[in-house]
């Protein structure tokens, strides 16, 4: 049971963790955010996620106002306080409390704890359907708050019983899914995902790393149209580590189950994340 | 002074009128706003700015929670428990405390009284300058709070000495800027503006009503290449009415001045508005 966060620097509980309701992430969209994951103490590749929230906020011309051991301490102070280290960690960082409700001030930062998402061990074993829809993120190399796009589709995704969408460009080059990178295998047994134009997630990083003794790898954009010669998919995330995809839109993927080298790369991405 | 803010129907003193921080437009940007002025007890355009509230949150999928005359009470009531009727009003909707920082639930109903917005005359005797940006907005007919965009171009904006930011797509037409609509004036005394994807301000409808007996109109996209020759251009929006805009980018409109038929436009709405 999570009973605190942290809003700029204090440990609240978690019915109080609260922000001015003049604050430019609520009022503009204006924050950043990432999110890792432990268990039993064990961050699964925390320095990669926090380097990339400094990273992002750079972008956005925010101040996290806290450095890297400084910011580190807050989690660790906010996780004792729970007294739960099986978790996953959000950081938020907002434009703060802006007097003209445009103009950024003084960052907001806080830390939410969150249950360990469990995911229903078929979305492994069975594999995962995914929607396509036509979207380009406009910053899509930094990890802000802007996920209307995605949330809208909810109504879509339950409708066609899948975990995600697909987003592409008026071209048809895929980019990623909402909240994860995205791959294929090819009839040659090729790994290709994208390199441009995408949220460079942290396990899509340590999926290319444990694959390059597993198969070749092509980092180049993926069309539409070779999804109906792809002989397996998946997405990579950091909560749900590799995903098989064994159906996108109305194109059965492969033979529709999980492949034998995702399911390799799956195992090997485990070992190296526990 | 501005003492109070409503959160979720309750009036409260601003600096307690907060947001616990699980709400869906912190974390993820889901939520819409509108905002209009008010002069001595008389808004300007009050129903037509709620009544786009409610068109907004029905396509974003959200609930406001009051009916029309529900909702007016509590601005009203807003108003007299800051003892100023000479303001702005802004309505904030998001998508609510959601448990799994992803999914919309009951919405959370933000309504802030704002100082009114005095602009400098000059803006109105001179003209303002625009930059340009090529920015294609996901969603545009429904005012969202994704404004990141360009508060990341304050700086760009600053040195060019320019208000706001022209938004124009990959093949150069011009849409909207950043907070207002755009229009111009060709040769021929022409005015024009865009119709498709985009926000319909309620300034823009209102200026498009008063110019009917002005000059003749063309509602269709113009292209960043039309502005070497347009004889004016100016935005309307709704703290500002119409501002001539005498520079886009590098490209100088007419002689640099406000011209005569802006002018014209400006007085037939003034006279429409208060």
């Known amino acids: 049971m999570i009973k605190f966060h942290v809003v700029n620097g204090e440990i609240l509980p978690a019915e109080q963790a609260s922000l001015n309701i003049t604050d430019l992430g609520l009022l503009r969209g204006y924050g950043i955010f990432d999110y890792f994951q432990m268990k039993n103490g064990k961050p699964f590749f925390m320095d990669d996620h926090l380097r990339r929230f400094y990273r992002s906020a750079e972008k956005m011309q925010l101040d996290v ?18 007294g739960t280290d099986t978790c996953g960690i959000r950081l938020v960082l907002t434009g703060g409390y802006a007097i003209d409700g445009f103009t950024p001030v003084s960052s907001n930062l806080v830390i939410l704890q969150h249950p360990f998402k469990v995911w229903d061990e078929k979305i492994f074993t069975e594999g995962i359907n995914l929607i396509t829809h036509e979207y380009v993120r406009s910053m899509p190399e930094v990890k802000t708050t802007n996920y209307y796009t995605v949330i ?7 409708a066609a019983d899948a975990l995600d969408v697909l987003y592409y460009n008026s071209d048809g080059w895929i980019s990623e899914t909402s909240r994860s ?3 294929i295998i090819d009839e040659e047994g090729k790994l290709i995902t994208a390199v441009d134009k995408i949220l460079h997630g942290i396990t899509r990083g340590h999926t290319l790393a444990v694959a390059k003794d ?7 954009n993926i069309h539409l149209s070779e999804l ?5 998919a998946f997405v990579t995330s950091t909560t749900k580590g590799i995903v098989p995809v064994v159906k996108v839109g109305s194109d059965i993927i492969g033979n529709g189950k999980p492949g034998p080298l995702t399911q390799k790369l799956m195992e090997a991405l485990r070992l190296r994340r526990e």
Chains 1, 2 share one sequence.
Do not use: V, W
Request: glycine share 2%.
């Open 181 to 183: 990178n995205f791959f």
């Open 65 to 82: 106002g806290y450095d890297f051991e400084a910011l580190k301490e807050q989690i660790y102070r906010l996780i004792e306080a729970n």
């Open 228 to 232: 109906k010669t792809a002989s397996e």
């Open 214 to 220: 597993i198969l070749p790898i092509e980092e180049r």
């Open 152 to 158: 809208l589709l909810i109504p879509e995704m339950k």
